[in-house]
């Protein structure tokens, strides 16, 4: 604005010129008017320039104030609101107080009548807990007699155990004796076939043996006819011949046959050997069978003692009961009696007796249970040694392993080494790389911030010289004016022109005096306006403040409130929580004394029924024992079936051992005869060949055939005897035929007999299951029925006892019931002692063992801490370069952040556009969705009018019916116009029908919908009915007792074979362990010696590789140092160029600031009025720094001058022109501190 007004004045000043020029050639006039005119016009444009100017300065002001206003209203509404929240809050936390107080009032009335309830039953409580202490003690006494009968009860259980153990044993020898029958069965058989055989190989004989007789006598006859016929002697020679010859032949066959016979014989005895070891292990096999026989029986007696056992009990808890119904209906009837203080003493005497015994009962237990946990301890001490055992195994392995892994670590750590060496360089090649990029990042930023300051300093010297270049033509202007004006003469039109601008501009400055004062009467409205806005909004500010006091001290009468509401409420929840458990043990205790009348009717009929099963069980322990007694007279018919087996083997053995010695003795006859024969056959070789005469000849041949004849008797003899051993034999094997056949069924008796006693067995183990449950169950009663009694007596302790002499006898019977329970425990103590014992001779054994194990250990743990000790230092220079790296690493990523801050400040304006463009896309996507909402408000609004319209036109269809029908029937009737009205009632009648059918219709539909519904639900309770039947099938299946071909029976077996085969294992690791501490003692020094010659050679390998790697570690520590360094250097050199920036940069605004002020300054200075400098000084001040305008004395005597000089033109010309002004400019820092303090 102030150069256009400089503009117009300028040119204005150029037409005065112009004219000055053009009056100068024709006008020559007064002076003086025309200074006067001049120097009004000087004025009145001066008065101008200050009115417009500080009109600016007022509108600029204006709108300042319109801002602030602004700004105020806003903080005024956000307060407002807040303060509108605050009520509400305030309104609400009222609200919530009085919910509060009402509901600390219930709680307080609810607090006291719960007190006076609470001490209601304080008393009854108080009451009862003297009852529940007492039941209390006798619940304790009653836990320690359930713990003894639990003890018992283990012990049956260990028992049992055992039992089945056995059984388990039993089974499988029975199992080892059947397969021994199966195989001496299959060996029978192999020698039935082997007899079948020898039978047929006997009679082929016995047909050969007759042909031989047949040719024997054959040849006899031919003697005895060769000896009755008288031959001559060539033809007896020639027939001597013969017979030689033919006794030859059948000596040959002789032979032969004697050769079979021979090899017969020897299988004959070979046979006779294996039938005499069958024999033998026939009579072992019966032996052990005899053994099993009594074993079972033994069991057999075992169990029936037991049984006997159980029955006493049963029989002695029968009698307890009886004894214990008698004291109970002994005890009601005494209720009714006064208190007797003998008998109480007596009684009392009696307990404490009584409990005497128990304490001593129960330090039994107690000690017993000590021997337990002793034994417990023991045994884990043993199962530990056998996992040490176990373990070190292990370890001898793991040892192995680790040697390896020691070794295969080591190669994997120099890999690991040099994969960190090509790491660091690429490390040091980022850094590098990162650091060229911050280098040129930097230079990049620098240029830009010198280009931006150098294009800032250009624009300030293109501003300095445009304001030089004016100030300089406007002196120009203002010179060449003063000398025009002293030249020129106006004319009286030109003065006339004047004056009408004059009196233009003087209504111009009296229509700008009228804005300016309505102005100011308008900013005096709005600071008035202002100032009663600040008023209110102080108001308001105390009454904020006066609320946020009043809402702090509503909280913390609040918070008080709700600490005393929430001690009432942890009150009223304890007094609750005590007054519930009251009620709850109330509830209990009349529930329980319900529960025991039940269980007393309840325990009547358990006791009638057990009665009944007692009796049951009595018959069937009477055919039990009758069964019992059928089996011992079996038993006994075998035993004689045995004895006689026993007699006919030692009969057998011993006709055995004859036959042996016959056929010794035969054999021995039989080498006679050969010898004899081959005594014959030598003579018979030397007749022949020698030459002897026909005399001697016949002689030795007469002498040879009395030979043969008493050899042929002998033959004749001994073939007979030789038959009748074959038949005896025949006849023995017959018999041991059927021997065989009597122990094949003597075996298939026993073993029926077996399998019948298991069975027995069995039933008598279910029998027993029974009878113990039976007893438990008894037991249980028992407990129960004393428990009763212990309340009735410490309940009705104060009341009469008529007949103290029976409880007497009672409690003498008890203690000597625990007085033998005593010396059972004792027996138990004893038997506990000796297991004690021999576990620890086996503890023992195995500390010594692992002693020496201990010992081996040693040297295998000093070779394990050497390598131990090798690999930690390779992990800790592993460690070091993790940590080098993880060094690297944090600094790669400091300069990657520096860098992406570098890149975020120049990328911010490319942001700021994809921004927009984004915001662009997402208002385009709102208009779309939009667009589309409309359009399916469209389709269903359009949809709604068709559906409507559908209705509408039904309506039509129905009123239109409704005529048609109403028409039909008018037509029908053709009445007259007097029945009009029945007409109309007729069709209202219709109407309503037509009505009531379509209601009708309607609740046909809700009905259906209804019955639909009740259908669903219906169906849904069918197959929650059908799940809970499935789940109450899954639970009876639960509470069913297994089978023995169940599944988990099954598994139980397999693990206890499982736990035999891991025994089984043990026991080879035993032995395995053993050979390798013999081998480990057996090993030599020269093995040692050579490992420790090895570990040295690996150590210092393993040196050396340190040596190394502590080179190269050094060699990278220089190397990160020089890095540091240098990121240091260029982060300072970044810093100083950050702060050079900013010094120029705080510089140049400095500079630009002094200039503008100094301008101002002048300006206020040139127009000289007071108003303005002092509007001037107070915006400074308000704005926080104050400047104080004072012209210099050179100003002020050039003012002087020119106020001296108003006569002549030039002298006040010259002094009125507008010359630069040098001022004083003190800015004070009191107003400063002033400010900031306001």
């Known amino acids: 604005m102030e ?61 300042g104030h319109e801002i602030e206003l602004d700004k105020i209203a806003n903080t005024f509404r956000r307060s407002h609101k ?130 031989l007789k047949q040719q024997h006598k054959d040849i006899i006859n031919r003697k005895s006819f060769i000896l009755n016929e008288k031959f001559t002697i060539n033809e007896k020679l020639s027939k001597f011949d013969k017979l030689m010859e033919n006794e030859e032949k059948y000596q040959k066959k002789l032979n032969n046959q004697y050769k079979k016979y021979s090899e017969i014989f020897f299988q004959l005895n070979n046979e ?75 009684i009392n005497e009696l307990q404490n007796e009584y409990k005497k015994k128990k304490s001593q009962y129960d330090q039994l237990q107690s000690q017993i249970k000590l021997l337990h946990e002793e034994i417990r301890l023991i045994k884990r001490d043993f199962d530990q040694l056998i996992e040490e055992k176990n373990e070190l195994n292990e370890k001898f392995l793991q040892f192995d392993l680790y040697t390896n892994l020691s070794d295969k670590m080591i190669t994997k750590l120099n890999d690991e080494k040099e994969d960190y060496l090509v790491e660091t360089n690429l490390l040091n090649v980022e850094l590098k790389r990162l650091k060229n990029l911050l280098h040129n990042s930097s230079e990049v930023e620098i240029e830009q911030l010198n280009k931006e300051i150098s294009i800032i300093s250009n624009e300030t010297l293109m501003e300095k010289d445009a304001l030089e270049k004016l100030i300089e033509s406007i002196k120009k202007h203002d010179d060449e004016t003063f000398c025009f004006m002293k030249y020129t003469r106006e004319d009286n039109s030109r003065i006339k022109e004047l004056t009408i601008q004059m009196e233009r501009l003087s209504e ?57 509401i929430d001690k009432f409420s942890m009150e009223l929840l304890q007094v609750k929580i005590i007054s519930r458990t009251k009620e709850q043990e109330l509830n209990e205790r009349k529930i329980f004394h319900e529960r025991e009348q039940k269980n007393n009717i309840i325990m009547g009929k358990i006791i009638h029924s057990a009665k009944q099963k007692v009796q049951i069980l009595k018959t069937k322990q009477k055919t039990t024992i009758e069964k019992q007694e059928y089996l011992e007279t079996d038993v006994l018919s075998l035993r004689t079936v045995l004895f006689n087996t026993q007699n006919q083997l030692q009969h057998e053995r011993a006709t055995l051992d004859e036959l042996k010695t016959n056929i010794h003795s035969k054999e021995r006859q039989f080498t006679k005869l050969k010898q004899q024969h081959k005594d014959i056959i030598n003579r018979k070789s030397f007749i022949l060949n020698e030459k002897f005469t026909i005399n001697e000849k016949l002689s030795k041949f007469d002498k040879l055939m009395e030979n043969e004849e008493k050899y042929q008797k002998k033959l004749n003899n001994q073939y007979k005897k030789y038959s009748e051993v074959f038949f005896l034999l025949n006849n023995e094997l017959l018999s041991l035929k059927k021997r065989e056949k009597q122990y094949d069924l003597d075996n ?9 006693i298991k069975y027995q067995i069995n039933k ?150 994809i921004e927009i463009q984004k915001a662009i896309k997402e208002r385009r996507m709102e208009v779309q969705a939009n667009s589309q909402l409309f359009r399916l408000r469209l389709n269903d609004e359009r949809t709604k009018k068709a559906t409507i319209s559908t209705e509408l036109a039904m309506r039509i269809t129905k009123i239109t019916k409704l005529k048609l029908r109403y028409e039909s029937f008018a037509i029908i009737l053709n009445t007259d116009k007097s029945d009009e ?39 849904a309770l069918e197959n929650t009915v059908q799940i809970l039947k499935w789940n109450n099938m899954d639970v009876k299946k639960a509470f069913d007792k297994l089978h023995k071909s169940s599944p988990e029976i099954c598994d139980m077996e397999k693990l206890e074979e499982h736990l035999r085969a891991i025994t089984e294992q043990v026991k080879i690791r035993r032995k395995i362990l053993k050979d390798f501490t013999e081998k480990n003692n057996s090993t030599s020094q020269s093995d040692l010696t050579y490992e420790i010659e090895q570990i040295n050679l690996t150590t210092t390998n393993k040196r050396h590789i340190q040596t190394k790697l502590e080179k190269e570690i050094e060699q990278y520590h220089t190397k990160i140092v020089r890095a540091d360094q240098l990121i240091k250097r260029y982060q300072q050199s970044f810093e100083n160029i950050q702060q050079d920036i900013l010094d120029i940069d705080v510089r140049l605004q400095r500079e630009t600031n002094k200039k503008i002020e100094q301008q101002l300054v002048s300006l206020c200075l040139t127009i000289g009025d007071n108003n303005l400098i002092n509007t001037f000084e107070q915006l400074t001040a308000d704005q926080g720094f104050k400047i104080i305008v004072k012209p210099l004395s050179s100003q002020v005597k050039l003012e002087n001058k020119s106020s001296s000089s108003s006569s002549s033109s030039s002298s006040s010309l010259s002094n009125t022109n507008f010359t630069a002004n040098i001022v004083n400019i003190s800015i004070d820092s009191s107003s400063k501190s002033s400010n900031k303090s306001a």
């Open 508 to 564: 111009k400055s009296n229509n700008l005096k009228r804005t300016l004062e309505e102005e100011r009467i308008e900013y005096v409205g709005h600071e008035i306006e202002l100032d009663k806005i600040a008023n209110t909004f102080r108001r308001s500010h105390k009454q904020r403040q006066q609320l946020i006091q009043q809402w702090e001290t509503i909280l913390i009468q609040m918070q008080r409130k709700d600490y005393d």
């Open 981 to 1019: 009205d029945n007409i109309l009632a007729q069709a209202q009648y219709v109407i309503k029908t037509a009505q009531m059918k379509e209601d009708l219709l309607k609740q046909g539909d809700q009905l259906e919908a209804l019955v639909i519904k009740a259908e669903k639900e219906l169906q």
């Open 748 to 756: 298939q008796t026993y073993r029926n007999q077996i399998h019948s």
């Open 272 to 346: 006779l050997l294996s039938l005499k070891k069958r024999e033998k292990q026939y009579d072992l096999d019966n032996q052990t069978y005899r053994n099993q026989i009594h074993s079972i029986k033994y069991q057999i007696n075992k169990f029936d003692q037991q049984l006997l056992k159980q029955q006493e009990l049963i029989y002695h808890q029968d009698f307890l009961k009886q004894t214990i119904d008698h004291r109970l209906n002994r005890i009601l009837n005494e209720k009714m009696n006064e208190k007797s203080s003998e008998s109480d003493v007596k």
């Open 82 to 211: 807040q303060r509108q929240q605050l009520i509400q809050q305030w309104e609400t936390i009222l609200i919530q107080m009085q919910r509060k107080d009402y509901d600390t009032d219930k709680f307080s009335m609810e607090l006291l009548q719960i007190k006076i309830i609470s001490r209601t039953k304080e008393q009854e409580l108080n009451e009862q807990k003297i009852f529940y202490e007492r039941e209390q003690k006798n619940n304790i006494i009653m836990e320690k007699i359930i713990h003894s009968a639990k003890q018992k009860v283990q012990i049956l259980k260990t028992k049992q155990k055992t039992t089945m153990e056995k059984q388990e044993y039993l089974e499988t020898d029975v199992l080892s004796l059947k397969t021994v029958l199966f195989n001496t069965q299959n060996q029978l058989q192999h020698e039935r076939a082997l007899l079948n055989e020898l039978k047929t190989n006997i009679h082929s004989k016995e047909r050969q043996f007759t042909k």
């Open 3 to 63: 150069k256009d007004a400089l503009e117009k004045l300028i040119e204005s000043i150029k037409k005065h010129d112009d004219e000055t020029f053009c009056f100068i050639k024709y006008t020559r006039e007064d002076n003086s008017r025309i200074k006067e005119l001049t120097i009004q016009m000087e004025r009145l444009s001066e008065k101008s320039n200050n009115l417009k100017r500080t009109l600016e300065e007022e509108r600029i002001e204006y709108s």
């Open 764 to 913: 008598f183990d279910q029998q027993l299951l029974k009878q113990q449950e039976l007893i438990y169950h008894q037991d249980f009663l028992k407990q129960t029925i004393d428990h009763r009694l212990n309340r009735i007596l410490n309940e009705k302790m104060n009341e009469k006892s008529s007949e103290p002499d029976l409880k007497i006898n009672e409690l003498q019977n008890e203690y000597k019931k625990k007085k033998s329970q005593y010396d059972q425990l004792q027996s138990q103590l004893k038997l506990l002692h000796e297991e004690i014992k021999l576990i620890k001779r086996d503890f023992d054994q195995l500390i010594e063992e692992k002693n020496e194990l201990n010992e081996k250990f040693l040297q295998f743990d000093l070779y394990t801490n050497l390598s131990d000790k090798m690999i930690t230092k390779l992990n800790d220079e592993k460690e070091d370069y993790l940590v080098e790296t993880n060094l690297l690493n944090v600094e790669l990523k400091r300069l990657k952040n520096l860098l992406h801050n570098s890149s975020e400040v120049n990328c911010s304006l490319k942001q700021h556009k």
